[in-house]
């Protein structure tokens, strides 16, 4: 879970060129790739893409497990309006680094409201849910059964809230990733499918640990 079993910076652009990630952006391959040309090439991080240039449900179908693409659940239509969180700055960059992920196994049977604070407090910050995406996109075989994970840097703010409300008030919904059981809307042919789904903030899941990096760079 240190990271170093990520392939390299490089590696991980040539792997996004391959899954069409340039056709996505609507640009050509040498465009994409110049993009990444201030990356470096170190070992351990991951590359994300900002979700300007890609947003997290069209990256989402990218992911594959058992032969079976990703795919956002059926009633998270409004995937796009779930931002980065107070506190959690993201670079002004169409493409990123990560560095140093874990994916929170400790945390497993916490709520997002009481592992939001213990992930500050160790001096890391959640990920967001285009970011955790990035990850498996590098990195497929941390999607394992019973080991998945939110990324709860991402909410969507509420449309209306009081005047008296202070700050901003936050839809109840994060995002998390895990495997589809092919039950219900899901339907039986995604079953075993990455699958980018939700989950309530007050909610505890033993199967979702909290995915969390030590820094960004652009």
């Not at 994409?32 to 890609?54: E, M, T, W, Y």
């Not at 916490?110 to 590098?138: F, H, K, M």
Request: contains cysteine; neutral net charge.
């Amino acid at each position: 879970m240190n990271g170093q079993t990520l392939p390299t910076i490089v590696e991980q652009v040539d792997a996004l060129v391959r899954k069409g990630l340039p056709a996505l952006a609507s640009m050509g391959e040498d465009e994409f790739r110049k993009l990444a040309s201030g990356l470096g090439n170190a070992r351990g991080g991951i590359v994300a893409v900002h979700p300007s240039l890609v947003p997290a449900a069209s990256l989402a179908p990218l992911l594959e497990r058992a032969g079976r693409p990703g795919f956002v659940v059926e009633d998270m239509t409004d995937l796009a309006e779930f931002a980065p969180i107070a506190g959690v700055e993201i670079p002004d960059a169409p493409l990123y680094v990560l560095a140093e992920p874990q994916r929170g196994d400790d945390m497993r049977n916490w709520s997002p409201d009481e592992a939001l604070p213990e992930i500050t407090a160790r001096g890391r910050t959640p990920l967001t849910v285009s970011e955790g995406i990035c990850w498996l996109l590098a990195e497929p075989a941390q999607l394992e059964p019973n080991h998945c994970f939110m990324t709860i840097a991402s909410r969507k703010p509420k449309a209306r809230q009081p005047k008296s409300q202070k700050g901003v008030a936050l839809d109840a919904r994060t995002p998390a990733l895990w495997i589809s059981g092919g039950t219900g809307q899901d339907g039986a042919e995604r079953k075993g499918a990455p699958k980018v789904g939700w989950c309530w903030a007050g909610n505890r899941h033993t199967w979702l640990g909290f995915a969390s990096v030590a820094r960004r760079t652009s």
